[in-house]
């Protein structure tokens, strides 16, 4: 069931202004805010500050990779702009079928629509070839072109599987996380790692062991930090909630940033409806559509040290069910309805 809230009427004089001076390629803000909620005006203005830290609302690209192999990257960071968001964290630097463009190009572009880029995924590795462009593979170029872009992380989505599933195959993918995190902090920037289900299962040699543990205890905290991925968190907690022998051994992704806020700098904001007779228990939608309970998510992290200041909530969805532009834009108007009291 949705749990959608009125739009901010804040966001919609904002997205009004900017659809006026053209940035929106016509759109109107009735349309930006389209079917994401009811009116705010005869709702009421939410009561309180917002939940979200201003300037910390980004978007994963690969939601949109569509548009921008067809648009562009300046018709889709128009769109982005228009709908409120601040960051975007790249998914590749090249515009498929819509042409080709620089580093230098793509920084502009990202400045000129008032947007920030905060991070990019990357392979882990190819094994298969040596020129690939992975941490593994290329690890200079990987951050000689982060660091044109002026990043301040640069990640991957892939999960330390490369040596295997047993404890000492993640103790050799973390050994090599941990040189990829001091080559990034060289540069100025935080090498991180993003979470899909597996992470959170158990190792192959050790059933009493999860894997995403082996992978915090064996990377320096100082080297390598975490982009949670909030929904796939939620369905490693539904996956892997239970041993090979049937014992209970359940997490709550929650507890993991709680523990140690200072590593998760990045997070993937998602969402899913409950879904028991699914593999994953759950089905990806729009975020604010979903069972997630990102207000009690937002409000723990936040309230941590740093916690409006230290972290970045990228919107993302793998497969954007009616459009990609839709589903960025009424995830953005539900998280800026987020109030931290009174909503």
């Not at 201003?54 to 228009?82: H, M, N």
């Not at 949670?228 to 909630?241: K, L, N, T």
């Not at 239970?242 to 590593?263: E, S």
């Not at 998760?264 to 879904?275: A, C, R, S, T």
Request: net charge neutral; with cysteine.
């Amino acid at each position: 069931m949705s749990r959608r809230a009125p739009v901010d009427t804040e966001l919609a004089h904002k997205l009004s202004r900017r659809s006026m001076l053209g940035v929106a390629a016509g759109a109107t803000a009735a349309a930006l805010l389209g079917a994401a909620a009811p009116s705010a005006t005869a709702q009421g203005r939410p009561q309180g500050d917002p939940l979200l830290p201003p300037g910390r609302l980004g978007i994963q690209l690969y939601t949109l990779r569509d548009k921008v192999s067809t648009l562009g990257f300046d018709k889709v960071f128009a769109e982005l702009e228009a709908y409120g968001y601040d960051e975007v964290e790249y998914a590749g630097y090249t515009q498929g079928s819509a042409g080709a463009i620089t580093l230098a190009q793509l920084k502009q572009l990202t400045r000129d629509h008032g947007l920030k880029g905060i991070g990019s995924h990357v392979g882990y590795y190819d094994n298969n070839n040596p020129n690939a462009y992975t941490f593994a593979q290329n690890l200079t170029k990987v951050l000689d072109d982060a660091q044109a872009l002026g990043l301040k992380h640069v990640g991957t989505a892939s999960g330390p599987f490369r040596y295997g599933s047993t404890v000492d195959a993640w103790k050799r993918a973390a050994e090599e996380f941990n040189t990829y995190g001091a080559a990034a902090r060289e540069r100025g920037m935080k090498f991180y790692q993003h979470n899909h289900a597996e992470e959170f299962s158990f190792a192959t040699d050790r059933p009493d062991v999860r894997l995403y543990d082996v992978l915090l205890a064996e990377t320096d905290p100082d080297l390598v930090f975490l982009e949670m991925d909030i929904y796939w968190a939620y369905v490693g907690q539904f996956r892997f909630g239970k041993r090979a022998d049937g014992t209970a051994d359940t997490f709550d992704p929650l507890h993991y940033v709680l523990k140690q806020p200072d590593r998760y700098p990045l997070f993937h904001v998602k969402d899913g409806e409950h879904d028991m007779a699914a593999r994953d228990g759950y089905r990806m939608v729009d975020v604010g559509d979903g069972d997630i309970d990102y207000k009690k998510f937002l409000t723990a992290v936040t309230r941590t040290h740093g916690g409006r200041r230290d972290h970045h909530w990228q919107v993302e969805h793998d497969q954007p069910i009616v459009d990609s532009f839709t589903t960025a834009r009424r995830s953005a108007a539900y998280l800026h309805t987020l109030r931290r009291k009174g909503c």
